[in-house]
């Protein structure tokens, strides 16, 4: 039945991921005095790149065709870890948050090597700094996802949001600073404002449309859809970890309903607060974006910190 | 039995040295074969044929690499016994000192290394024979290379059979001699002199300090002993144990590689031949691992926590400089050497965590931080000699080590290329491969630093494990950009555009194993951790009785509910996932792939050298991370009317490690400064000469007096 439950909810990450994509879009739009296109863009989108014919360089090689399969499993992975609508997870035990982190690191070793292949400049350009921005935001992520796991002495993510939840709620100044560090990290590693501007195509400030600019059709569709849904995933995990609940405990209909309705209003809330911040700032020289995400990686290693010296002292 | 097969790992390997020696002697060997069989003319003349003028050299070649490979395969068995069967065998060789036989002992750590060796050599010796078999006998003679090769691993494999000092020295100094010998190798270049002379001498100050760790320990055992039983039951007080391991550990560390002891490595490994390189940079640190593992958890017995944050924070050090180093180098070579200095460092850190929780009475976690390192140093025999020996496939194949000179080799080279890829995913440790296993071992054993009362440790311990997560961000970087600048784009030179795929069986062979095992581990790492638990046993106390205690699908390092991990079941995941999204998309011919040229933004004409370079690709972090190399970076601009044209510009980058001017050539300047000072009593006048002996002489008899 688990199982069962498991295999729906990362069939239900992978359907919603597009749509959270079209509601930021959307929420933007408002706040910027435009004209919002569909919620459901994003997945006509997706499917009219489905269906149409590839161009590949006839300087690629067969990495180039392969690698995005392999993002896109690699990031599926991932999310099939994440407790969505219900802390109960099978697939959890199997790959812990350590594992998670492994799996992105995964698709983005495979992204940036893509980017290389082609031999233009724009995707040695695109490769070295998402490598460069994931050098910083990899280890940040890692010390604020080690302040949840210590503090729920297991690594697996289900128990760890089981354990938040039976705590009940209890402020606890770890977690604020691990908060911080996570949304500075997932405004980078997604490539939001101010790191990266997912709309713009100008080679100068481009990092991750520069990687993917040789791929088109149904390549380019699954690299999409596989940002969206590392978007909804870095979403999902500062919902459940920080505010878990609402999530379903039990595994009867209402709660299971009552669940997903809970991370609906989650997400959309979050997009809310991701688009006014993105419509309040503006887009960071590369060169400061190291300031960033060592303010990040400080604030997830003070998370720590201060769990292990203010609340876990004996 | 299992000793015998570890001694037979030694004799083959000594033999296949012995055989080199015969590389020039052709006529001598006929008449040998001749003289045997008398009787039996058929076979001589089989033999005489096979041992034909035009090909003698290539089958004593191939005949060394062979006994290589037996000696391989006997110290796998020789390995895998002493793991299962957890015996301690102990025996004596007749040899040495009247007084001090040569002790010999066999235990698990022992032959845990062993087993590292075997599988490392047993590649070595499918991969050997294609490698040299182009060399010019006459200034690079098999005969130097072959001899020392095999003393050189018979040096490694005695010195974990020995089981007294004086015969862990001898080994010891066996092991560095042999290896100066393969560094100097190529010597007709003054640089490969120079590196071999800069290993020679850090060796010998390195083994100095070993034997004045040895004399230490030996001073407080019982009758100044020194075999390692007596060693083992000598007792110091805190301080002279520490001073013992500070010893210890300058010259292991010395020999593995640590900051700011590591600079004979860049220098030595990108000159020796490649089969040896992979040898000494996966292999070689590794006995200087288990030195010190011997030395510290076995003979000096009781740690102490300081040891462990020592070894934390310069494994620490060795680690983030080990890879930033590594990410600067163009030279494929050097920049595995910094990438092995990386990886020691972070198995010294292991290590010390382990340390820490022994000493302060978890020997549990001890133990698994134990086994993490130890996983991680099997793990990195693997995939550091997996690219050791691709590198010296490249090389043949580009003449060259200078990564900028290649590119577009994933199209030219498709099997190496991608055994390469794997070593590449393997040392960037992402899952489903074995670098990961360990790494994610060593955060489950950071994580639980909450069972430790010291508050400074409690807060000391999490920032090494920040410090590791930063390593393994920048490994993979660097590994991206090495496999992104060799294997990917277009050919940057014209060597690489006509560069193939190398024809030789056995070379692919041994690669394909390596890559192999890589995957194997990396899907099933409870296989070996099992048998890790069984070393760990002995020297901590405490094995891993949970780790695999849930099924052989699962890693559970410490309870179940704390923290697991299963690569078959993700890798199931991965397969289903990848397959459906391959398979729906792929499914309709009417959308097949259509090729074009790459896009140029309409100007037309895209070159090779618009790709990113090395030394570009690198460039936000050399911004970065300033502070942590010496660079010079020049940017010369001709005077001249606008536009500029591109050959108007000349950049030069030079990047020097900082260990260089801050710590060696101060040495460096003052040994000149004393040794000038003292050389003003040789005024090369004779009575002043003779004044010296008559004053000495005087002085000898007040003193005998």
């Known amino acids: 039945m688990s199982i069962l439950l498991a295999m729906i909810q990362t069939l239900l990450f992978i359907a919603l991921a597009p749509l959270l994509a079209g509601w930021l879009k959307g929420c933007k739009c408002h706040l910027q005095n435009r004209k919002a296109p569909s919620l459901l863009q994003p997945y006509q989108d997706l499917l009219k790149l489905t269906h149409k014919q590839p161009v ?54 495979f992204l940036a090597l893509a980017g290389l292949d082609v031999g233009t400049a724009f995707g040695g350009m695109g490769s070295s700094r998402e490598m460069t921005i994931s050098t910083m935001a990899e280890p940040a992520m890692l010390m604020a996802v080690f302040t949840l796991t210590m503090t729920a002495s297991t ?32 405004v980078a590693e997604t490539g939001r404002i101010p790191v990266d501007n997912p709309a713009t195509h100008l080679e100068l400030t481009m990092i991750h449309e520069a990687m993917i600019l040789e791929y088109s059709g149904r390549h380019l569709a699954l690299i999409e859809w596989a940002s969206q849904l590392k978007l909804m995933l870095y979403g999902v995990l500062i919902a459940n970890i920080f505010f878990p609940w609402g ?40 060169f400061r974006v190291q300031e960033f995400l060592s303010f990040a990686y400080l604030l997830g290693l003070l998370g720590m910190l201060s769990h292990i010296i203010l609340e876990a002292a004996r | 039995m299992i000793l015998f097969l570890a001694y037979a ?33 058929d076979w001589q003349q089989r033999l005489d044929s096979w041992l034909e003028q035009s090909i003698y050299p290539q089958r004593i070649q191939q005949l060394s690499f062979m006994l290589l490979g037996i000696a391989g395969v006997f110290a796998i068995l020789a390995g895998l016994g002493g793991l299962i069967s957890k015996q301690v065998i102990i025996a004596q060789l007749p040899l040495g000192l009247p007084w ?29 024979p294609g490698y040299v078999k182009d060399n010019n006998e006459q200034d690079h003679p098999f005969l130097v290379l072959g001899l020392f090769s095999g003393l050189f691993i018979s040096g490694m494999l005695l010195v974990l059979l020995a089981d007294d000092a004086f015969f862990f020295m001898i080994a010891w100094e066996m092991m560095s001699v042999a290896s100066y010998f393969l560094v100097a190798f190529q010597h007709e270049n003054s640089a490969n002199r120079r590196a071999a002379f800069i290993y020679l001498i850090m060796a010998e100050v390195g083994a100095i ?259 590791l997560a930063l390593t393994a961000a920048l490994a993979a970087a660097c590994f991206v950009k ?33 890559a192999g095992l890589c995957f194997l581990f990396g899907i099933f790492p409870g296989l070996m951790i099992d048998l890790l638990g069984n070393v760990a046993q002995p020297l901590i106390g405490h094995g891993l009785p949970n780790a695999t205690a849930a099924g052989w699908l699962w890693l559970t390092p410490v309870a179940a509910e704390k923290a697991s991990y299963s690569a078959p079941i993700v890798l199931l995941l991965v397969v289903i996932a990848g397959g459906i999204s391959y398979h729906y998309l792929r499914r309709d011919p009417a959308v097949a792939l259509r090729e074009s040229d790459t896009w140029d933004c309409g100007f037309g004409g895209i070159t090779p050298r618009m790709q ?39 950049y030069q980058l030079h990047i020097e490690d900082h260990s260089w001017p801050k710590l060696y050539q101060p040495i460096e300047r003052s040994v000149n400064r004393i040794a000038r000072s003292v050389s003003r009593m040789q005024t090369g006048n004779i009575r002043v000469y003779l004044s010296y002996s008559f004053f000495t002489l005087i002085f000898l008899l007040w003193v005998i007096s």
């Open chain 1, 155 to 186: 690594t697996n993510l289900s128990l760890a949001i089981g354990h938040v939840l039976a705590e009940g709620l209890e402020l606890r100044p770890s977690f604020i600073f691990a908060l911080f560090a996570l949304i500075l990290v997932a």
């Open chain 2, 612 to 650: 990113y370079t090395c030394s570009a690709f690198t460039m936000p972090f050399r911004r970065i991370f300033a502070k942590v190399w010496m660079i010079d970076e020049t940017i010369e601009k001709q005077p001249g009317a606008m536009p500029l044209q591109v050959t108007d510009i000349h």
């Open chain 2, 9 to 41: 790992a030694v004799l083959f390997s000594f033999l296949s040295g012995l055989l080199a020696l015969l590389m020039r002697q052709r006529c001598s060997v006929i008449k040998l074969v001749h003289y045997c069989c008398t009787k039996r003319l």
């Open chain 2, 100 to 128: 001090l036989p040569w002790h010999v002992r066999f235990d698990s750590l022992s032959a845990l290394f062993y087993l590292i060796i075997g599988i490392a050599i047993f590649a070595v010796s499918w991969y050997g």
């Open chain 1, 247 to 286: 999530i379903a405990q039990t595994l009867s209909l209402p709660a299971l309903g009552y669940g997903l309705l809970a991370i609906l209003g989650k997400l959309a809330i979050l997009a809310l607060v991701l688009a006014i911040s993105e419509t309040l700032l503006a887009k960071m020289r590369l």
């Open chain 2, 482 to 514: 090495l496999f992104g600048v060799m294997f990917l784009g277009l050919p940057r030179s014209r060597h690489a555009a006509k560069a193939e795929e190398t024809q030789d069986k056995g070379m692919l062979f041994s690669l394909s194993l390596l």
């Open chain 2, 209 to 467: 300090a070993i034997i004045l760790a040895f004399g230490v320990l030996a001073s407080f055992s019982e009758g100044g002993a020194f075999t390692f039983e007596a060693l083992r039951n000598a007792t110091l007080s805190d301080t002279w144990a520490s001073v013992a391991f500070v010893l210890a550990l300058i010259g292991f560390g010395m020999k593995a590689g640590l900051v700011p002891l590591h600079v004979w490595l860049p220098e030595a490994h990108p000159v020796a031949p490649s089969h040896i390189s992979a040898l000494m940079s996966g292999v070689m640190l590794k006995v200087a691992v288990y030195g010190l593992i011997r030395f510290s958890f076995d003979l000096l017995g009781d740690i102490q926590w300081q040891w462990g944050v020592a070894l934390m924070i310069l494994g620490a050090t060795s680690a983030l400089g080990g890879i930033l180093y590594a990410m600067m180098q163009p030279n494929l070579k050097r920049l595995l050497a910094y990438s092995s200095v990386e990886n020691i460092g972070i198995i010294f850190m292991m290590l010390g965590l382990s340390m820490i929780f022994l000493a302060k009475g978890h020997p549990s976690l001890a133990a698994l931080g134990f086994v993490a390192a130890l996983f991680h140093a099997f793990n990195h025999a693997l995939f550091k000699n997996l690219l050791f020996l691709g590198a010296g496939i490249i090389q043949h194949q580009v003449h060259s080590l200078n990564i900028d000179d290649m590119g577009g080799l994933i199209k030219r080279m498709p099997h190496t290329s991608k055994l390469f890829l794997i070593a590449c995913m393997s040392i960037s440790s992402l899952p489903l491969f074995n670098g990961f296993v360990s790494e994610w071992l060593a955060f489950q054993t950071a994580l639980q630093v909450g069972v430790l009362d010291d508050a400074v440790l409690r807060s000391l311990i999490p920032v090494m494990a920040a410090a």
């Open chain 1, 56 to 109: 590949v360089s006839k300087d690629a090689s067969w990495l180039f065709i392969i690698a995005p399969y392999i993002i896109f499993s690699a990031t599926v992975i991932a999310i099939s870890v994440i407790p969505l609508i219900a802390v109960d997870l099978p697939t959890a035990a199997s790959a812990d948050v350590i594992v998670l982190v492994g799996f992105l690191a995964f698709a983005r070793f």
